[in-house]
């Protein structure tokens, strides 16, 4: 594999792209390409295969879309004929966010060209996008598992994909999406060029890469598994139980306006929510059990401002593309050290500052260890000055919650085909978990014996009269008053007769 050393473009115009996406480019506000567009885009456009490593938020979507739509246009064409549309660029996401993030900015950078594009991901209506798919795309956008229902309903053909794009490859392959990609992957034809990008570079995807890219160009813009240096990283320890007061009182001290707070579970998601919601705290919550208009709305809101704390799970949250977003709270240290790097590339993007804020439970902190390994560095210990306060029943019982189905994959989410859909795997702790802590009721009234009441043996007995003078007869007709059968007494037999 060869690499790429970077080196400094001084703009866009100096790659060779048409003016029609320059002026897209142009548009969008973007006058200087980041160091992953500056050494991905010429790589791409001279149509090497490419395994490029770089962190959400550093302008990957470009580095590989813009050089899409150049080496497409000598066949865009304004005909109406559907064949005269087949789709030549295949890019494959991992979740839904993600797609949905990507097709806009393909959208945005080819408005002024004739390409189609269109995304397919599951979760919504399928005859929309049978529809768009039946007039024909250049580009096309998907989830592993949608568009293999696409193509078991025969609404895409793939047989004359020039450019494949494997978007955050990894995560892909963390949920579980690696039959789903072989199967696809088999459709594609074998003389293609093929872009993988990935955050990390694990042995899987190296795995991957050297079965599915041809010489690739390898290019990485940051060290492995690195944390951006303006993101300010600091760690509270505390309490389980004191976690959502130390999410409230971080918001208040730290004055931060908008903020993803990220859990381990589904549930965990939605209890956060509504706790938070009932402090003051305008919040929503994004999980694999939301449907799809519901975090669509919920993302949109926090884009807009109207929400304050959005609550999500990793695979919900992946690839979420939010500009100037203050900062990040882990409420649950994620199981993975891996996702801790996912999670806190929400903030700090493009070279802004933001900080990082986790809350670790003494149970916690051997993932804090596994986190501080992956970076290669010590995180700073902050300090919380707890105020006491009464919990209510849901704070105090449910502290089995971060063990319950963890997150990153959801693979609930993919529908009745076991193997795929949109979501994921949901992979739970390895080795078990502990179960939850009962808690001891406050009232003393949950301590005393059973004692029934002294008219519970009457209204038994009454209750079993009422059944006998409804018990139906043999014909299935209740009989007004059925004669009692003698039984015998215990150790006695049957009761004698008076005078015998």
Not at 473 to 479: E, M, N
């Amino acid at each position: 594999m060869a690499d790429v050393n970077a080196v400094p473009i001084p703009g866009f115009d100096s790659f060779g792209l048409h003016a029609d996406i320059l002026r897209a480019i142009a548009a969008q506000g973007y006058t200087q390409p980041t160091p992953i567009q500056a050494q991905a885009i010429p790589v791409v456009l001279s149509g090497r295969d490419v395994m490029g490593a770089a962190q959400t938020g550093t302008g990957k979507t470009a580095s590989f879309s813009l050089p899409i739509i150049q080496r497409l246009l000598p066949d865009a064409n304004t005909s109406a004929s559907p064949a005269r549309h087949p789709v030549r660029a295949l890019i494959l996401t991992p979740t839904r966010e993600l797609a949905d993030q990507v097709a806009d900015n393909v959208r945005s950078y080819a408005a002024h060209t004739p390409l189609r594009n269109t995304v397919v991901f599951g979760g919504v209506d399928m005859n929309p996008q049978k529809d768009a798919l039946r007039r024909g795309v250049e580009i096309l956008i998907a989830t592993p598992g949608r568009l293999l229902d696409h193509v078991e309903q025969k609404t895409v053909n793939l047989s004359q994909v020039k450019m494949l794009v494997l978007d955050e490859a990894d995560r892909m392959l963390d949920m579980g999406f690696l039959p789903d990609l072989q199967r696809i992957l088999n459709l594609l034809p074998k003389q293609r060029q093929t872009l993988l990008f990935s955050a990390t570079f694990s042995n899987d995807i190296k795995k991957l890469a050297s079965s599915y890219l041809t010489n690739p160009v390898t290019i990485e813009v940051a060290r492995r598994n690195a944390t951006a240096d303006t993101v300010e990283q600091v760690v509270y320890e505390v309490d389980e139980d004191d976690k959502r007061a130390a999410v409230v009182q971080i918001l208040n001290e730290r004055d931060l306006k908008q903020v993803i707070v990220f859990v381990n579970s589904k549930i965990g998601a939605s209890r956060l929510a509504r706790q938070l919601e009932r402090d003051g705290v305008v919040t929503a919550a994004i999980h694999g059990d939301k449907s799809q208009n519901e975090r669509m709305q919920a993302l949109e809101a926090f884009k807009q401002g109207g929400i304050r704390a959005l609550v999500a799970t990793d695979v919900a949250a992946r690839g979420l593309d939010i500009s100037d977003l203050p900062g990040v709270i882990n409420y649950d240290l994620p199981y993975n050290a891996e996702d801790y790097v996912h999670r806190i590339g929400r903030t700090g993007r493009a070279g802004a500052s933001g900080v990082a804020l986790s809350l670790c439970a003494p149970d916690e902190r051997k993932q804090l260890v596994e986190i501080e390994k992956l970076i290669k560095r010590e995180l700073k210990r902050g300090e919380l000055v707890m105020e006491r306060r009464s919990r209510s029943r849901e704070d105090r019982g449910d502290r089995g919650d971060r063990y319950e189905r963890s997150e990153r994959g959801e693979r609930s989410e993919r529908g009745d085909r076991h193997s795929r859909h949109d979501g994921g795997l949901r992979a739970g702790r390895s080795g078990g978990s502990p179960a939850p802590r009962r808690v001891r009721p406050e009232d003393e009234f949950f301590y005393k014996p059973y004692e029934p009441s002294p008219s519970a043996g009457d209204s038994q007995r009454d209750s079993r009269a009422s059944h006998d003078s409804a018990a139906p007869t043999a014909f299935g007709v209740p009989s007004e008053k059925a004669p009692k059968r003698q039984v015998a007494a215990l150790l006695a037999g049957f009761p004698r007769k008076a005078g015998s």
